[in-house]
């Protein structure tokens, strides 16, 4: 069975470092998800991703987030300046048909800002 | 934006009871209700979703009801089981963001 797949699994950095998180989504899916969940807290949603643009994001995802599908099969999360509080699991997501339908995750990268 | 709230955040039943978790809503533009189960260290699953023009849907020994009026909804687990014990978090989709309650840590003693 397809599933969503993420590199790294655990990404250590230096406050202030650009880090760059990695997805793989299910091939024939077209609607792609970043979520963050800081650990023993709710997940929550930073961005959606559809047709190349972004089609929601929230509040969390201000100017030091960024999106891109830079070929056909990879999705990233970039953050250009980590904070400490920016260290939480980042889960990637990916849907056949928009966010009303069943959302396949990935299994997270855990990010730790030191 | 979408606010989603869910209690308990803690359940513990004995293996066999049942289990009910509840969320309520803020958006009413929400039209489609996920519930996850995260076990320690995975990745979210979905193990049941409702859509807004459903009240009620069942799988086995889940169900999930919706009260669209009341903005609630809801997740029941008859005759659990040990391996029902996790993190269960509900869920509310507007367009395409979707907005998580806070969970609700279930353990199940045998």
């Known amino acids: 069975e397809p599933e969503v797949t993420q590199t790294p699994s655990h990404q250590v950095t230096q406050m202030g470092q650009e880090v760059i998180l990695r997805c793989v989504p299910i091939s024939n899916h077209l609607y792609f998800y970043w979520y963050r969940q800081i650990l023993g807290q709710k997940v929550e949603f930073l961005v959606s991703f559809y047709n190349n643009e972004i089609s929601e994001k929230s509040e969390i995802f201000d100017d030091q987030f960024s999106v891109e599908r830079p070929d056909g099969s990879n999705f990233t999360l970039k953050i250009r300046s980590t904070k400490l509080e920016d260290s939480a699991m980042y889960f990637c997501a990916s849907s056949t048909t928009g966010g009303r339908y069943e959302q396949f995750f990935g299994p997270g990268t855990r990010l730790t800002v030191l | 934006g979408e606010n989603v709230e869910q209690h308990p955040s803690t359940l513990s039943v004995q293996e066999g009871d049942s289990a009910v978790i509840k969320c309520t809503y803020s958006d009413s533009a929400s039209n489609y209700f996920p519930w996850y189960k995260q076990e320690l260290g995975k990745r979210p699953q979905l193990i049941i979703d409702?859509?807004?023009?459903?009240g009620e849907k069942k799988d086995q020994r889940i169900a999930v009801t919706l009260n669209k009026t009341a903005k609630h909804f809801s997740l029941h687990i008859t005759e659990t089981q040990p391996e029902d014990s996790a993190v269960y978090f509900c869920?509310?989709?507007?367009?395409?963001?979707?907005?998580f309650g806070a969970g609700t840590r279930l353990t199940v003693k045998p």
């Open positions: 869920a509310a989709v507007g367009n395409n963001d979707m907005r």
């Open positions: 409702i859509r807004s023009n459903v």
